[in-house]
């Protein structure tokens, strides 16, 4: 029996509505796993030490995540754990190493904690939150030593401390360079410094990453003081990132110093990114919008247009037919997402929140 191409489409329309129907595409994975918990005591004697170390991992665990996804302070975050028990918030753990000795017991453990269970903790306490992972971020460590610029140089302890953090530390996922000759032959300090867009799109481009961190260490060394002040740039906006951090020490505090600060600007970078997703959710709204289209190619160039902006936060089918399409849409910035729809042909008539979106040719 043969099919024509009309009926071949329609089966396939079938197919997707299945597959489709009150699907939701979301611009953020939610992290609930929190990795290389260090755990170091003194034995105890006729107690359970594993189980303790758990205990406090969970603790410790619980602390570092709730550090992340809120903008509440280390205060109001220890208050919080000191009233609630996290084991009733963990789903599993997974001890990756472990060591007895005569008196000492040390473990790396991970902690998963249940999602649900915490947005209910938080919303209960009413607590601001967002615990979307960030993007992929290429860092630029570039630092400064007495006005001379030091990127790829070795040493460049800068860059090193970047290297040496642990890889899960925080909700935005930093991807450290190479550093290799095809990186040098990329960009160099002063491109760096000056913030020169090609080269860092070319950069970012090797790695295949959308958004590039250019934290600009200045340390200045006078009569044996050395005083340190991170900023940090967006690579490719050029755009000044509201995060400054000023300290000062001694010559032998210097590695030290220069994690502590690392530590602080991962600290602020969650803040900053919790603080900016927290406004975008404020600002949120849903319209529902009727899609109109000739083709199936064409049903799928406009969902893929929609479902990968970032001017969205979520985008759900909830009808599908061979000439149209009946969707909701969480909208961040409206304007901006009005413009991206233009720019890609698509015609759109707004009847309130019922949006009406055709391709023009």
Not at 163 to 175: A, K, S
């Amino acid at each position: 029996m043969k099919i024509n191409r009309k009926t071949a489409f329609l089966y396939i329309i079938i197919l997707l509505s299945f597959l489709n129907i009150l699907q939701t595409y979301s611009n953020d994975t939610v992290k609930s796993t929190v990795k290389d918990i260090f755990i170091e005591f003194t034995l105890k004697k006729n107690q359970d030490n594993r189980k303790n170390a758990l205990q406090l991992s969970y603790h410790i665990g619980l602390k570092r995540y709730l550090d992340w996804v809120t903008i509440s302070s280390q205060d109001s975050i220890s208050s919080l754990l000191g009233s609630i028990d996290p084991s009733n918030l963990v789903t599993s753990y997974s001890i990756e190493s472990e060591s007895f000795s005569a008196e000492k017991y040390s473990a790396l453990i991970t902690v998963n904690f249940d999602i649900k269970k915490v947005e209910k903790l938080l919303k209960k306490k009413n607590i601001k939150y967002f615990a979307g992972n960030g993007p992929e971020i290429l860092v630029l460590p570039l630092m400064s030593y007495n006005n001379q610029l030091i990127l790829w140089d070795d040493p460049n302890p800068w860059y090193q401390s970047w290297i040496e953090r642990p890889i899960d530390g925080n909700l935005t996922d930093f991807v450290i360079p190479d550093g290799d000759l095809e990186d040098l032959i990329i960009i160099n300090a002063e491109d760096t410094r000056n913030l020169n867009f090609q080269k860092i799109k070319n950069i970012s481009m090797k790695y295949d990453v959308k958004k590039v961190l250019v934290p600009f260490l200045k340390i200045d060394e006078v009569d044996g003081k050395i005083s340190y002040l991170l900023r940090c740039f967006d690579g490719l906006s050029k755009e000044t990132i509201n995060i400054e951090i000023v300290k000062e020490s001694e010559n032998k505090g210097f590695n030290v110093v220069m994690f502590d600060i690392l530590n602080s600007f991962t600290s602020l970078y969650d803040d900053y990114w919790v603080h900016d997703n927290l406004k975008k959710m404020e600002s949120q709204f849903v319209i529902e919008a009727n899609i109109i289209y000739e083709s199936f190619k064409d049903w799928i160039f406009i969902k893929d247009i929609i479902k990968n902006s970032n001017n969205i936060n979520s985008f759900k089918v909830s009808n599908l037919t061979t000439k149209e399409a009946y969707v909701k849409i969480r909208i961040i910035n409206e304007n901006k997402f009005m413009a991206e729809l233009e720019k890609n042909n698509l015609n759109i008539k707004k009847n309130n929140n019922l949006w009406n979106i055709i391709k023009y040719y």
